[in-house]
């Protein structure tokens, strides 16, 4: 199983990008995707994850201007992040907990960067 991320960018802080992930593989079912980031020096944090039935959360910072989705069909998760700020800065990794030949487990993207900076 692969997680490929693909969005990540430079903008300016008030702008929007997109990130999308999509899971491949041998698959037999997808249950959680959510997206996480990290600075360096610091730990990896949670952004949002979202249920295979479109339960969703967020972590503090991104609250009201991050939006997570998926499409089921395609094993893909997405992630709008309007209103960017500076602090935003960090490489996003996407996760998925898959069911693969009967093994349930994490898998993790290697990362995209995104910078928001003017």
């Known amino acids: 199983v692969q997680l490929q991320a693909s969005g990540g960018g430079s903008v300016q802080p008030g702008r929007s990008l997109r990130l999308s992930c999509a899971a491949s593989?041998?698959?037999?079912?997808?249950?959680?995707m959510g997206w996480y980031r990290q600075d360096p020096g610091k730990q990896r944090e949670l952004v949002a994850t979202?249920?295979?039935?479109?339960?969703?959360n967020y972590g503090g910072p991104v609250k009201g201007r991050f939006t997570i989705s998926r499409d089921n069909a395609k094993n893909t998760v997405y992630l709008q992040m309007n209103s960017l700020k500076p602090e935003d800065t960090a490489v996003y990794y996407c996760?998925?907990?898959?069911?693969?030949?009967?093994?349930?487990?994490?898998?993790w993207g290697k990362g995209t960067l995104v910078t928001v900076s003017s």
């Open positions: 996760n998925a907990n898959v069911l693969s030949a009967l093994t349930l487990r994490d898998y």
């Open positions: 593989g041998m698959i037999s079912i997808v249950n959680d």
């Open positions: 979202i249920s295979r039935g479109g339960s969703t």
